[in-house]
């Protein structure tokens, strides 16, 4: 990995801790990301991995602790446009194509480069399928058209729940591809996953949560 060497990081958390009908789900955490750098979240199922994902995106709140962004509380205002989620739910409206979808998603950015969607398209193995509604697509090309949107929107950091889920080998090879390069280019990412990913960049961060 290739950390940046600026004191403030990216994203930090500061005994961060979450709690379920008064039962803690995790905590107290403390962690830093810095750009160019990939961490994983790795824990068994009801470890509070999704519920970390969540927490970060900001919905939901933690019991204690502090999240920092670039030095500052972390608010969605502060670092807009910088960050982008992809969880379980894909975002995709059913009845629209993907090449519809990828035009909605990155207007929400303020992004208009239209002209790069096909090329994204492409690039993550749907050339063919650009006007398809979604509605007809296997759960594997569902997720495609989400990682699409990475290609798409110039986010600083990536944070992916399970981007691995519903796809095939080819497929969770572009994740790792996509991985790569984002980290390469000085950008950094969040992930939670069971195991898929080989990132040849350098040993990622570990976040290892227990339920």
Known sequence: MNPSTSAT??????????????EPVFGPL??????G????????????KTTLMRILTGLLHPEEG?????????????????????????GLKAELSPR???????????????????????LVGLNGYEDEAVRKLSAGQKKRVALARLLLIPASLWLLDEPYAN????????VNRLL????AQGGAALVTSHGAVQFHGGEPQRIRLHG
Do not use: K, M
């Open 30 to 35: 403390d962690f830093r990301l810095d750009a």
């Open 37 to 48: 750098e990939l961490t994983l979240i790795e824990g068994d199922n009801g470890s509070g």
């Open 180 to 183: 790569e390069a984002h980290v």
């Open 66 to 90: 502090q999240l920092l962004w670039r030095g500052e509380p972390l608010t969605w205002d502060r670092c807009s446009g910088e960050v982008i989620f992809l969880g379980h739910q894909l």
């Open 100 to 122: 519809e979808n990828l035009a909605f998603a990155i207007g929400l950015y303020g992004h208009r480069n239209l002209e790069r969607i096909d090329e994204a398209l492409t």
């Open 9 to 22: 990081p990216l994203l930090e958390a500061r005994a961060l801790s979450f709690h379920r009908q008064d």
């Open 167 to 174: 796809l095939d080998r080819t497929g969770i090879e572009l």
